[in-house]
């Protein structure tokens, strides 16, 4: 369970949002929705430990994790989280394989070409990253989630480089790990990614409410 807390954030005087609090729960998919530039993207960066709030607390099962110093931000992004973000993240100049490997937990045998078959890119594990087409590499980002198995996903327009069909597969996916356990938090401007989800967050009214 992540709770957030009092959460603000201000990029010098512009405040993106203040006393900000937000629930997410094991199993359940949350859209955060809002215009354009109201910090949608923000609030997962902050989530995911890739920016600091200007004030307040993120709890993870029980303690605050943006005061943990930097050693062990690192463990929490490696053990616990998963990003679907555009452009992040991929390593650019190694092959699929590569970058499915390093998703990979001591202990574990994830199925990587089960994972490939399921995001449509089934025997793609020797190319290189940055030959494949946008959508591709944000397939290959799905698949790596599906290795790692994290207790958090964070995505950021997760469907936004791709086709319908794709859109829909990332869409169940999401779902597929939600119902193992994970949280999925998606940023979304898209509406039926919206109603896909159990429950969504206005970042700008700062306003939960249920989709469709
Ligand atoms: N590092 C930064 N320094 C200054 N301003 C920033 C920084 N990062 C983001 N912002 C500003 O914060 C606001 C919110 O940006 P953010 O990317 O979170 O919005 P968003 O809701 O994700 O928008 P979109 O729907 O267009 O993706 C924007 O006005 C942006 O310019
Ligand atoms: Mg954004």
């Not at 993207?41 to 607390?57: A, F, S, V």
Request: aromatic share 4%; charged share 25%.
């Amino acid at each position: 369970m992540i709770i957030l807390k009092n959460l603000s954030k201000s990029f010098g005087s512009r405040v993106l949002w203040k006393d900000l609090d937000l629930t997410v729960e094991p199993g359940r998919m949350l859209a955060l929705v809002g215009a354009s530039g109201s910090g949608k993207t923000t609030l997962l960066n902050c989530m995911g430990l890739l920016e600091r709030p200007t004030g307040g607390q993120i709890l993870f099962e029980g303690s605050d994790v943006t005061r943990l110093g930097p050693g062990r931000q690192r463990r929490f992004r490696r053990d616990h989280l998963g990003y679907l973000f555009q452009n992040y993240a991929l390593i650019e100049n190694a092959t699929v394989k590569a970058n499915l490997d390093v998703a990979r937990r001591r202990g574990t045998r994830p199925d990587q070409a089960a994972a490939l078959e399921r995001v449509g890119l089934a025997g793609r594990e020797k190319e290189k990253v940055h030959y494949l087409s946008g959508g591709e590499q944000q397939r290959v980002a799905l698949a790596r989630l599906m290795v790692k198995q994290p207790s958090l996903v964070l995505a950021d327009e997760p469907t936004g480089a791709l086709d319908s069909d794709n859109g829909a597969m990332v869409v169940d996916v999401l779902r597929e790990m939600s119902r193992s356990g994970c949280a999925v938090v998606i940023a979304t401007h898209n509406d039926s990614v919206r109603d896909a989800c159990d429950t969504a967050f206005d970042v700008a009214a700062q306003r939960e409410f249920a989709p469709r």
